[in-house]
């Protein structure tokens, strides 16, 4: 059997192992999602591993968990903990392995109208994404319910799929993608299990497919956590099939990925150095040129500046599993309880990418800008 067969499974565990080894799972520093996706790892290889999760009580931490965003919510105007994509996932994971959760509370948090689907008043795909995944899982759970209350709860789950369905949609780009390249894998899973709330005219899933193979031939997806997400997608497969009775080991179909061709953004005889522009933006704008060699990334350049200038430059870095996460300039620390946070810019537009990623060119002005989300 070839190797791609355990691709999208492989990624699934890799991503989610890479915040702490998997002694460490019951540990509570981690956060609802990282333990929700741990769960959804461990259950899709279904051996020992599946065991894990109930001798462990996973489900009883993730309960925990789900409840301390809930508490920090009511403390703090709506806002969680972390945010609504490890809700979803939560969700998802307890309503799969059969955890405890309340449909009527599901259905009041996951409500479109909710703050935390929006980034600067934008509808954010992969949160909107998530949702769909683990509203669909609870309504499948729902179908069959005999109260009155069970009945309410489907009506409105199911109305809260048809209108973040409706959201997703509107988020279609002219090449296909859906949000943007990193959303677009979660964005067809989500609309893979709620095609009774589309016609098949308002998505062609194909040139959506064919732009992100083209996206992954140009070498977009080499971060882990970026290529477990499509990978699941491009094997037809969803978050929600991780409880389905297939084993990582049993034969999951013909899948090649196209080669990655060679980076052509640097010509091999191009200056060795560059230089940008590179600000610090608070109320104040804070500015200076750096000079680094070509394929630095983000990073590269904030370490530069940093050397010129501690105290205007200086600045925090935490690992993620998208990469380094800038968490503080200048001592000014990003909180998700305001929705502050530190926001990447190149010429004034927002970046997709992180500061380990993010490769700059020349006479580029790059800003981080203390932004409220
Ligand atoms: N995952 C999470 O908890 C993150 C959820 C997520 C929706 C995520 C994108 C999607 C995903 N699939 O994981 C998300 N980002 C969130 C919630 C956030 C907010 C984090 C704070 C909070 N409340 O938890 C916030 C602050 C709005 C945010 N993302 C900021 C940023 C910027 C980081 C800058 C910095 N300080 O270092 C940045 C770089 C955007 C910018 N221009 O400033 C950013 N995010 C990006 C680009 C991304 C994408 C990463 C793509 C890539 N190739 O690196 C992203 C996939 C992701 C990670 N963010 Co946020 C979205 C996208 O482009 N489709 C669960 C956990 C278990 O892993």
Same mark, same amino acid.
């Given at each position: 059997m070839g190797?791609?067969h355990l691709l999208p499974i492989?990624g699934?565990?890799?991503?989610?192992?890479?915040p702490?080894q998997?002694?460490?799972?019951?540990?509570s520093?981690l956060?609802?999602?990282?333990?929700a996706?741990?769960?959804?790892?461990l259950g899709?290889?279904?051996?020992?591993?599946e065991?894990?999760?109930?001798e462990?009580?996973?489900l009883g931490?993730?309960e925990?968990?789900?409840?301390?965003?809930i508490?920090?919510m009511?403390?703090h105007?709506?806002?969680?903990?972390?945010n609504y994509?490890?809700l979803?996932?939560g969700?998802l994971?307890?309503?799969?392995?059969r955890?405890?959760?309340?449909?009527?509370?599901v259905a009041?948090?996951f409500?479109?109208?909710?703050?935390?689907?929006?980034?600067?008043?934008q509808?954010?795909?992969?949160?909107?994404?998530?949702?769909v995944?683990?509203?669909?899982?609870?309504k %499948?759970?729902l179908?069959?319910?005999q109260?009155?209350?069970?009945?309410?709860?489907?009506r409105?789950?199911?109305?809260?799929?048809?209108?973040?369905?409706k959201?997703?949609?509107?988020?279609?780009?002219?090449?296909g993608?859906? &949000?943007?390249?990193?959303s677009?894998g979660?964005a067809?899973?989500a609309?893979?299990v709620?095609?009774?709330h589309y016609?098949?005219s308002?998505?062609n899933?194909?040139?959506t497919?064919d732009?992100?193979l083209?996206?992954?031939?140009q070498?977009a997806f080499?971060?882990?956590?970026a290529?477990?997400q499509v990978?699941t997608?491009?094997?037809?497969k969803t978050y929600?099939?991780?409880d389905?009775?297939?084993s990582?080991?049993?034969g999951l179909?013909n899948?090649?990925?196209p080669?990655?061709?060679?980076?052509?953004?640097?010509p091999p005889?191009?200056?060795t150095?560059?230089s940008?522009?590179?600000?610090?933006?608070?109320s104040?704008i804070?500015?200076t040129?750096?000079?680094?060699?070509?394929?630095s990334?983000f990073?590269d350049?904030m370490e530069e500046? %940093?050397?010129?200038?501690?105290?205007?430059?200086?600045?925090?870095v935490?690992?993620s599993?998208w &990469?380094?996460?800038?968490?503080?300039v200048q001592?000014l620390?990003a909180?998700n309880n305001d929705r502050?946070?530190?926001?990447l810019l190149s010429n004034g537009?927002?970046?997709?990418q992180g500061v380990?990623?993010y490769?700059v060119?020349?006479?580029?002005g790059l800003e981080?800008r203390?932004s409220?989300?």
């Amino acid at each position: 059997m070839g190797q791609s067969h355990l691709l999208p499974i492989l990624g699934l565990l890799f991503f989610s192992l890479i915040p702490n080894q998997l002694c460490k799972i019951c540990g509570s520093n981690l956060s609802s999602g990282q333990l929700a996706l741990i769960t959804l790892a461990l259950g899709a290889c279904r051996t020992a591993d599946e065991i894990f999760i109930y001798e462990n009580h996973l489900l009883g931490h993730l309960e925990n968990k789900l409840q301390a965003e809930i508490e920090n919510m009511k403390a703090h105007d709506g806002s969680p903990l972390t945010n609504y994509y490890q809700l979803g996932l939560g969700v998802l994971a307890l309503c799969l392995f059969r955890g405890q959760y309340s449909t009527s509370q599901v259905a009041e948090l996951f409500a479109p109208e909710n703050k935390n689907y929006y980034f600067h008043g934008q509808f954010t795909v992969d949160t909107g994404a998530m949702a769909v995944l683990a509203l669909t899982c609870v309504k %499948r759970g729902l179908i069959n319910g005999q109260t009155k209350t069970d009945k309410k709860d489907l009506r409105s789950i199911d109305d809260h799929i048809q209108s973040l369905v409706k959201k997703i949609l509107s988020e279609k780009k002219e090449n296909g993608l859906i &949000g943007n390249t990193f959303s677009t894998g979660t964005a067809m899973q989500a609309l893979f299990v709620s095609s009774d709330h589309y016609k098949e005219s308002e998505w062609n899933c194909q040139q959506t497919l064919d732009t992100i193979l083209k996206e992954i031939s140009q070498g977009a997806f080499t971060l882990p956590a970026a290529a477990a997400q499509v990978l699941t997608t491009l094997m037809g497969k969803t978050y929600l099939d991780v409880d389905k009775d297939f084993s990582c080991a049993s034969g999951l179909g013909n899948f090649n990925i196209p080669s990655h061709e060679p980076d052509t953004t640097t010509p091999p005889n191009s200056p060795t150095n560059i230089s940008v522009h590179y600000s610090v933006k608070i109320s104040e704008i804070y500015s200076t040129t750096i000079t680094v060699p070509s394929g630095s990334v983000f990073l590269d350049v904030m370490e530069e500046a %940093r050397k010129k200038n501690e105290t205007v430059f200086g600045f925090t870095v935490e690992q993620s599993s998208w &990469g380094p996460y800038i968490t503080s300039v200048q001592g000014l620390k990003a909180n998700n309880n305001d929705r502050t946070y530190w926001e990447l810019l190149s010429n004034g537009r927002s970046l997709s990418q992180g500061v380990g990623n993010y490769v700059v060119h020349n006479s580029e002005g790059l800003e981080v800008r203390w932004s409220k989300y």
